[in-house]
């Protein structure tokens, strides 16, 4: 079987959702999450808990964190981004693990001023460390409907992708020295928050406060993966995901979607690393 965040299998994909429907695969935002930031200001729609949504105005943001924690897995939600003038606005769907030296894998979509791209914004980090970022514009308006977003984390890789459609993988390199997440169990985390001087180009754009509250949606969550409790992991037994990896043609989405949306690439930023891209990038 394959993960439902590959889209090669519509006819499975479809199948899955039916599942879904009546409750046996189903996340549910009532008993998978709690929405630990915000003052009433994320709220869940629905008695199956399958809609829930966050907003922001000037005072707060709010967000929502996975109840479980996880060493390896995959993570997968439909999202629907605040519409019309979104600048300064940060909506963000990402695995982190607590601690000072955390690991850390992003979705982060920076708003902009209306009829202006949305930048989506990916980034890894191990220990602590991240400068790994790469940004996208992307090839659809994600503030008219909800599109799905998924990261698959296993001991190979990390693959982001979008409807299906894989945009990045981070590869795990430890092997030539890189460190890759592959001990410390992340939480999924959403928030929608105000960050205007990093969103902006330091702050070129201004949040339109009059618009407030700013709203982002998500719905049909599904996160499921190595579930760590007691210091111990129990992974599901042959998992798709924990082996996934890019075939043929799913390299070669990643090439489209790099080539054709990609905006920033720390592998190829020469004034950030004057003495040769990152041993990973090559
Ligand atoms: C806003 O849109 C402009 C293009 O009109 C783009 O250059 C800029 O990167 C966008 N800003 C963000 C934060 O996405």
């Known amino acids: 079987m394959k993960s439902s965040c590959d889209a ?12 879904h429907s009546v409750g046996v695969y189903a996340g549910s935002f009532h008993k998978d999450v709690q929405i630990h930031w915000g003052d009433g200001r994320g709220k869940i729609h629905d008695n199956l808990g399958n809609l829930l949504s966050l907003s922001l105005d000037k005072f707060s943001g709010s967000g929502f964190q996975s109840n479980q924690e996880f060493l390896y897995g995959k993570a997968e939600v439909q999202m ?26 992003d979705f982060e979509f920076l708003g902009n001023i209306s009829g202006h791209p949305y930048t989506l914004h990916t980034n890894v980090y191990t220990k602590g460390t991240g400068d790994k970022e790469q940004q996208f514009h992307l090839w659809f308006d994600p503030t008219i409907d909800f599109h799905t977003y998924c990261i698959t984390w296993n001991p190979q890789r990390v693959i982001f992708t979008i409807d299906g459609i894989p945009i990045r993988e981070f590869k795990n390199s430890a092997s030539i020295g890189v460190p890759f997440p592959n001990d410390q169990p992340m939480r999924l985390y959403a928030s929608l928050w105000e960050a ?87």
Not at 253 to 277: E, L
């Open 80 to 105: 629907k981004l605040v519409p019309g003038n979104s600048a300064g606005t940060v909506t963000t769907f990402y695995l982190k693990s607590p601690g000072l030296t955390w690991d850390e894998i």
């Open 196 to 282: 205007e001087h990093w969103a902006t180009r330091g702050g070129l754009e201004k949040t339109d406060w009059s618009k407030a509250p700013f709203t982002a949606s998500y719905r049909n969550y599904n996160v499921e993966g190595c579930v760590w409790l007691n210091g111990k992991s129990s992974c599901p037994v042959n998992a798709p995901w924990f082996t996934q990896e890019l075939d043929f043609k799913g390299k070669n989405r990643v090439k489209w979607a790099q080539s054709k949306y990609m905006v920033y690439n720390y592998c190829t930023d020469k004034k950030r690393f004057p003495r040769g891209a990152p041993q990973e990038c090559t």
């Open 8 to 19: 090669r299998f519509p006819f499975l994909t479809l199948f899955l959702f039916a599942v």
